[in-house]
């Protein structure tokens, strides 16, 4: 299993970047992959994931209405929108995957493999 994070770099307040997720190894559809983000000195926050199964979506409310998750079975990537960044949106964005379900990222034990991740910086 391999997940590999793209997409990241410096963006002005409101501007939009599209991170990417490549995933390796197993079949995209059977797993979800969530989205994760940690900035200096904070905790690591959940703040997207897309179910395997149905595609249901799941966002934090930090990212609600800003951010859209969408998988692409053909390439086996996971896409992460995000739009209207703001300072605060500043982390290196991990994508992960999980046999279970999207339920697991609020409560904090998501995640069987990891990406590298990536650094995204929102700054004027």
């Known amino acids: 299993v391999q997940l590999v994070e793209s997409g990241g770099g410096l963006v002005q307040p409101g501007g939009s970047l599209r991170l990417s997720c490549a995933a390796s190894g197993f079949t995209l559809d059977d797993y979800a992959i969530g989205w994760f983000r940690q900035a200096p000195g904070k905790e690591r926050e959940g703040i997207s994931c897309?179910?395997?199964?149905?595609?249901?979506?799941y966002y934090a409310d930090s990212v609600k209405g800003r951010f859209a998750i969408v998988r692409d079975n053909a390439k086996n990537t996971v896409y992460l929108q995000m739009n209207s960044l703001k300072p605060d949106d500043t982390a290196v964005y991990y994508c992960a995957q999980d046999w279970g379900p999207c339920s697991k990222v609020p409560i904090g034990i998501f995640g069987d493999y990891w990406g590298q991740g990536t650094q995204v910086t929102v700054s004027s």
């Open positions: 897309i179910s395997g199964s149905d595609g249901d979506t």
